[in-house]
Every structure is written in C-alpha cells, then in structure tokens.
C-alpha cells in the first residue's frame, strides 16, 4: 500500500473528538460510517454528501449499535465539526458565507440550519479516491470499526446491512492464555509483515498498534500447535469471518499457500456479504519466506469445515 494510504488511516485513527464527558463520543467515526454505507449502497457516487435524510437514519442505527452513556445521536455535530479534521469542507449555498470557521467554539448550527445554509459536505480528493474504490473502502471502514469500536463488530455489521445471518454470538473466538498469545501473534505478523492474507491490508502505527490479527488455522484448541506453518495474518473482519467458516484457505494445485474459498451460503445481495464473496479464487496472500507457507493439513481442515455454520 501507499504511504498515501498510511497517511489516511493515520489520520482516521486519530480524529478530534469531544472527551469532556469521560468518554471519547463516537459521532465523527459514526458519520464516516454512515457515509461508507451510502456509498455501499450505491446511493452516493458523487464528492457531495447532502444532510439528507437518509444519512440521518442511518446514522441514528449505527449510533444506537454503539453509543455510551449520554451520547445524542446528533448528526449535526460531526457533519460541521469534522471541518476541524481538515479533510472535510462545508460547500455553501449560492449567495451564502462560510459556515465553518477554525477555532471557533460555538456549537454546531441545527440540522435545519445546515441545510439551509450549506449545499453538501466534501471530502479532500485523495480521501474521496479511496472512498470511492470498493477494495480501499472497505479497508478504510474496517480500520474505523477496529479502531473505535472493536467490540461493537456484530452490532455494526447487523446495522450496515450485513444480514442477520452474520450477526452471530462472539463466543468463537479464541481465549488464549496471554503470553504464549503475545508470542503467537508476533511471530505471525512478523511473517506476514502485517498483511491481511486475504484483502492485503496493512497498517503499522508509529504507536506500534497493528490493525491485523494472528489466526490459528487449525483452532489452537482443536491442534494446540502454535507453528507458524498454522496461523495467518488477518485483519479483524476477515479473522472474523475465517472464525465462522464463512471464509476459508484452501489446498490449491496451483497455489501452494492455497486460496480462499466462501460459505455458499453467503448471499451476493447483501452488500455486507458481498465483499466476502468477492474473495473467492482469490489466492491466499502468502508470507515472503516459502518455509511459513500455511500447511496442506490446515488447509484441508479449513476445507472440510467451510460447510459448517453456526
Ligand atoms: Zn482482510
């Protein structure tokens, strides 16, 4: 990926937010979402992201998917505050001034006055390329949902269209004992230089942080082995999904790290599932050294079990 690439999700990760209540509220990253989601369902194919109301219901749902304590699903406050993130301008209406003025502390105009007084929201161009494109922007949505709401996963995926089907309990993940964890996943991200094997993505923060996760193939608690040659980089959606079975690397002639195969039960009318699918035949993005490739027996194993669903 791009330095530009690294350069955005640095600066989504890191978005001016409120914390004079405790908590770090969770407007701005909502609206970014919501407007992933329009574009999603092909509802927004311009750099012109109008207040409609379509924006606000889906806005006020994934709100309610992951919002603490006293926080107003206001969507004014993000539309006009995320001016100060430097990468979103209020277009005004013909014959009216600007809205948005830096350092300014007055609170956010009313959502009637917006619209009256700004014709739409736009994006800086580099973002909105990435936007624009379905493989960076689901990489840009994931790198949101890890970083600001991890444990909403299910709720968000629920809301965003997704399906009920994939809304699924979290008791599949791996409980692990944290030191031989640590060094699992090290080694793991090591291999794979922090690349997703399945969409490619890669992040590594100045901080250290790493969006990607370590998987076992074979679940440490079916084959308690912890060798290289079992687990993969993955980012959290994809780990996700390979925890279901909806997704899986499989033994390949031509491929000897194998290639991804999905769950026929995913359904290409979902736009949530629809990304999944779209990773079928594709080859697993294998690790550089031919020695950590993953082994024929998990691949197998994870064949064999990609009809299973919980
Ligand atoms: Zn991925």
């Given amino acids: 990926m791009s330095a530009r690439w690294d350069n955005w999700l640095e600066r989504l990760y890191n978005l001016r937010r409120d914390k004079t209540s405790g908590h770090e509220r969770p407007h701005k990253p909502v609206l970014l979402l919501s407007i992933i989601d329009l574009i999603d369902r092909g509802r927004l194919a311009r750099n012109e992201v109008l207040l409609s109301d379509e924006l606000i219901v889906i806005f006020r749902g994934l709100f309610k998917a992951v919002c603490q304590a006293n926080d107003q699903p206001s969507i004014q406050n993000p539309f006009f505050h995320l001016s100060g993130d430097k990468f979103w301008e209020l277009v005004p209406v013909a014959g009216e001034t600007v809205i948005y003025r ?99 993505i890669r992040l590594v923060l100045h901080s250290g942080l790493s969006l990607v996760e370590a998987a076992h193939i074979i679940p440490f608690s079916v084959a308690w082995n912890d060798r290289p040659t079992n687990g993969l980089a993955l980012c959290p959606n994809h780990h996700w999904a390979m925890d279901r079975h909806l997704i899986a690397p499989c033994p390949d002639d031509r491929h000897r790290g194998g290639v991804w195969r999905v769950n026929r039960q995913l359904d290409d009318r979902l736009h949530g599932q629809r990304d999944l699918i779209l990773l079928s035949g594709r080859p697993v993005i294998p690790p550089h050294d031919k020695e950590f490739y993953p082994a024929e027996e998990g691949l197998r194993w994870r064949e064999e079990h990609l009809t299973t669903v919980y």
Avoid: K, M, N
Wanted: with cysteine; aromatic share 10%; hydrophobic share 45%.
């Fill in 102 to 200: 830096p350092g300014a502390t007055a609170g956010a105009p009313s959502v009637a006055e917006l619209r009256r007084r700004v014709a739409y929201g736009r994006f800086d161009d580099g973002l909105w390329a990435l936007l624009s494109d379905p493989v960076t922007r689901h990489q840009l949505r994931e790198a949101l949902i890890a970083r600001y709401f991890p444990e909403r996963r299910e709720q968000i995926a629920a809301v965003l269209g997704a399906g009920a089907r994939l809304a699924q309990p979290d008791a599949l993940r791996e409980e692990l004992p944290p030191g031989r964890d640590a060094a699992f996943r090290w080694t793991i991200l090591e291999i794979y230089d922090f690349t997703c094997a399945a969409c490619g």
